[in-house]
């Protein structure tokens, strides 16, 4: 009975950011608790791996290459949902591309590109789903924040700040206007988590790694599959009371005080 509360057999699961990292890990999961996962990237190649790890380990995954940041895709892609499946159960917003700039030297531009990519594509993939799931009467999203969405970063985060700020409040408004309606969306704040992107920061400044550590507690910097049980217990009714959420996946970070020391 308590195994039946994870299980998402004949559940339709959407993963953007497949391809790769915390997309490629939550995809992989939630086909493993038997839901049917589409999976979302720009990244042809990456997802087909993707694909191709769910397939031989027993599970339904089906690629679709996708641009998150789109508002005219978004609706394309759900248009094509309700044809194939004619639902969807859970959509893990993960896919978005940041920059660093310093405050002083970023253009309009850059800030309008990371807007669009972090907040209005995923607004629109949120709204898409939740017009879905609203009609069926049931439903779970889950965006993927940052520590950078309740706290600051500095290094040149200004815009990726701002963005995943505003991935939180849409967090707290969609979840509070959708939940008497059966739908819930929380959002998962993750610390560093090892990708191809931030092994590349550490090459280019070698001290980094150890201020990111200094800050938690646990030790050792996050890994893509940290997320694997997050994400299946929202998509899951184990998460049924769960709505408006922001929870850190940060080895202890947020807890600590910028003053505090990590115990032996």
Known sequence: ????????????????????????????????HGATVVLLDKNAAGMRETEEKITQAGGKAISRVHDTSSTEAALQFFEWMDGEFGRVDFLANIAGEGLLADPVAISIGQVRQVMENLVVGRFAHCQQAGIRMIRQGAGSIVNIGSLASSTALGR???????????????????????????????????????????????????????????????????????????????????SAWITGALIPMDGGNMAMNAGGTIGN
Do not use: C
């Open 156 to 238: 040149g985060h200004i815009a990726y700040s701002m963005a995943m700020g505003a991935v939180a409040q849409m967090t707290r408004e969609l979840s509070t206007e959708w939940a008497g309606r059966g739908v819930r969306v929380n959002a998962i704040l993750p610390a560093q988590v090892v990708n191809p992107s931030l092994e590349e920061r550490m090459r280019q400044n070698p001290g980094i790694q150890g201020v990111w550590l200094a800050g938690i507690p646990a030790g050792r910097l996050g890994k893509p599959t940290d997320i694997q049980g997050l994400m299946v217990l929202l998509a899951s009714d184990a």
């Open 1 to 32: 009975m308590l195994e039946s509360l994870f299980h998402l057999g004949g559940k339709v699961a959407v993963v953007s950011g497949a391809a790769s990292g915390l997309g490629r890990a939550s995809a992989i999961a939630l086909a493993a």
